[in-house]
């Protein structure tokens, strides 16, 4: 089994910053690419970012240059600084990671952290 747990979201005002953390935990051999997507109220879930075990990160149009995505293998953790925060940011955020186990490589995602920006 493996689990993926977010945490570090919270209300913030326009404008401020969050830093959000996920840490994979498990039986896990190893880790491919981890990432972030959010899930606005009413919408579509959607990509923020993601970063490769070695390699070059990738943002989604509405992250870039405001959030970055950073992860920490040997802790099994992958980071989402968040600064210039919006109120169209409000959403919950999953982590996403593409793990390998003894049954191959799978997607998991962890259960969710809620950022509101709001005044």
């Known amino acids: 089994q493996v689990q993926l747990v977010e945490s570090g979201g919270g209300l913030v005002q326009p404008g401020g910053s969050l830093r959000l953390s996920c840490a994979a935990s498990?039986?896990?051999?190893?880790?491919?690419?981890m990432g972030w997507w959010r899930q606005p109220p009413g919408k579509e879930r959607e990509p923020v970012a993601s970063v490769p075990t070695i390699g070059t990160t990738e943002y989604a149009d509405h992250a870039k240059g405001r959030f970055t995505i950073s992860r920490d293998n040997a802790k099994n953790t992958v980071y989402l600084q968040m600064n210039n925060l919006k109120p169209e940011d409000t959403a919950a955020y999953y982590c996403?990671?593409?793990?390998?186990?003894?049954?191959?490589?799978?997607?998991?995602w962890g259960q969710g952290t809620q950022v509101t920006v709001s005044s």
């Open positions: 498990g039986s896990i051999s190893a880790i491919s690419r």
């Open positions: 996403n990671g593409r793990v390998w186990t003894e049954r191959g490589l799978q997607g998991y």
